[in-house]
């Protein structure tokens, strides 16, 4: 088991930056995908980026390619989000998730952190 604590969001001015802190516990995640997901007041969960634990791929959403990259520092047991360049379409509340043998799918990660929140204001 893993269990996965999101931190690091906050309000923003447009064209500033964040950086997200997924933190676990129970297990390494050097071994496990690691994504992240975002979800808008009435839209559904969206799909971020991730990073595949086996040979560190990357991938991105087209609306955040350039703007976001996700990282892992394996010492501390966290993966971060790097968010620059933030615009007004990107207020969400922001899900870490591991374990996964598709990046790109909510519904097929098997571990999942509560959220934190971020608003961008313009």
């Known amino acids: 088991q893993v269990q996965l604590v999101e931190s690091g969001g906050g309000l923003v001015q447009a064209g500033g930056s964040l950086r997200l802190s997924c933190a676990a516990s129970?297990?390494?995640?050097?071994?496990?995908?690691v994504g992240w997901f975002r979800q808008a007041p009435g839209k559904e969960r969206e799909f971020a980026a991730a990073?595949?634990?086996?040979?560190?791929?990357?991938y991105y959403t087209d609306s955040v390619k350039g703007r976001f990259t996700i990282s892992r520092d394996n010492a501390k047991n966290t993966v971060y989000l790097q968010m620059n360049s933030l615009k007004p379409e990107d207020p969400a509340v922001y899900y870490c998730?591991?374990?996964?043998?598709?990046?790109?799918?909510?519904?097929?990660?098997?571990?999942w952190g509560q959220g934190t929140q971020v608003t961008v204001s313009s």
């Open positions: 990073t595949r634990g086996t040979d560190g791929t990357t």
């Open positions: 129970g297990r390494s995640l050097d071994y496990y995908t």
């Open positions: 998730a591991a374990d996964t043998v598709a990046p790109r799918e909510y519904k097929l990660y098997r571990y």
